[in-house]
């Protein structure tokens, strides 16, 4: 058994001190701690593992968003995904509404002692309709120079079945000169559940003479629409052709606060809902000043409540030469005579720009 080859015979000898010459030279940290040469192995740029992360610099400081919109998850930033999405107008419109909602709940806004409450019209109420004015009615402005700094009354013509040319003339002052007409509304107004109590918030103010004094005293703006109810419910064969102005008590208000009176005129409006009959039985059984048929209601059996939208008609505001009134005191206010023949002027006025501007419009709807 000794004298047979074995299978180990022919095993390859490893000689270890050839090995170890063979591997590449190894470095040491270069670190000196107290004059004494670190003794690990260097491993990335000439430091061992230890100094080396010892050595790295700081980590940028984590800052986080203020914005409530934007809450970092794992390291995305949502708000520019958010800006991607959306697009900057719409973003800028959430951040707006986050805004609001963070001072509704914290109680950081102020209501004047008529209601009004400036930082729910601002951010809600005027954002929400902005789209039928800008794109839908496309209203068009003109004359914003005669608006004054103070207190001012702003005296338009009234018509549409709906009121909608008072919301559209509140918007388009805003936009043009940055302050808010507080415009005066009939009971009916704030009779109307749910209604009241917006209408309020939005700045309108009960038609008294006493609550439009104290506005017009403070320097305020103040709309008015003396054909009231016969303006925006008369006929639609009438249109554009101004109702009677009452008593003329806006021009006594205007006389005793010594303030312009701005007459203006909006063309558009008439053409939103035709008035094409008045059903005066109904409108007496719910206590309505009118009861419109309108052509858009023949349309509700094919297109249901679609077919009750307003006409997309073409809107032009312009706002006239203002009346000035201090040339004849506060003492015509209780002057019949010279308050009719105000208001005569007045009504004059704004039916002569509706003309001009009629003359003027190349259609209805473009």
């Known amino acids: 058994m000794m004298g047979q080859p074995s299978d180990h015979d022919d095993a390859e000898v490893i000689d270890m001190a050839a090995q170890r010459a063979a591997r590449e030279p190894r470095t040491r940290c270069l670190v000196v701690v107290d004059e004494r040469s670190c003794r690990n192995y260097a491993v990335q740029d000439g430091l061992c593992r230890v100094h080396a992360l010892e050595l790295l610099p700081a980590p940028a400081p984590v800052v986080e968003p203020q914005d409530p919109v934007s809450r970092p998850s794992g390291g995305v930033d949502i708000l520019e995904g958010l800006r991607d999405v959306l697009g900057e107008q719409w973003l800028d419109s959430l951040k707006d509404v986050a805004s609001f909602m963070r001072r509704r709940l914290t109680g950081d806004y102020e209501v004047d002692d008529f209601g009004f409450d400036r930082d729910l019209t ?148 008439e053409e939103i809902y035709p008035l094409l009959w008045d059903v005066k039985a109904i409108a007496r059984v719910f206590g309505l000043p009118y009861f419109p048929i309108v052509p858009q209601m023949f349309s509700l059996p094919i297109l249901g409540p679609a077919g009750l939208l307003p006409l997309p008609s073409k809107w032009a505001i312009h706002y006239g030469e203002p009346i000035d009134t201090t040339a004849y005191g506060p003492e015509a206010a209780d002057d019949p005579m010279i308050v009719f023949d105000l208001a005569e002027q007045v009504r004059e006025r704004i039916q002569q720009q509706l003309y001009t501007m009629l003359m003027g419009r190349r259609s209805v709807f473009f």
């Open 122 to 269: 601002e951010s809600v109420l005027l954002p929400m309709i902005r789209p039928l004015h800008r794109v839908y009615w496309r209203v068009s402005s003109s004359g914003s120079e005669h608006l004054p700094a103070g207190g001012g009354l702003v005296v338009s013509n009234h018509a549409g079945t709906l009121p909608a040319d008072a919301l559209m003339l509140g918007l388009d002052v805003f936009d043009e000169v940055g302050r808010h007409p507080r415009p005066l509304g009939a009971d009916l107004v704030f009779k109307l559940p749910g209604v009241g109590q917006l209408a309020r918030k939005s700045g309108v103010t009960l038609a008294s003479g006493g609550d439009a004094q104290r506005l017009l005293d403070r320097g305020s703006l103040v709309a008015v629409w003396p054909e009231g109810f016969k303006g925006i419910g008369k006929p639609y064969r009438d249109r554009y052709r101004l109702a009677r102005f009452g008593r003329g008590g806006f021009v006594a208000t205007a006389l005793r606060a010594q303030v312009p009176i701005i007459p203006t005129a909006i063309v558009g409006s």
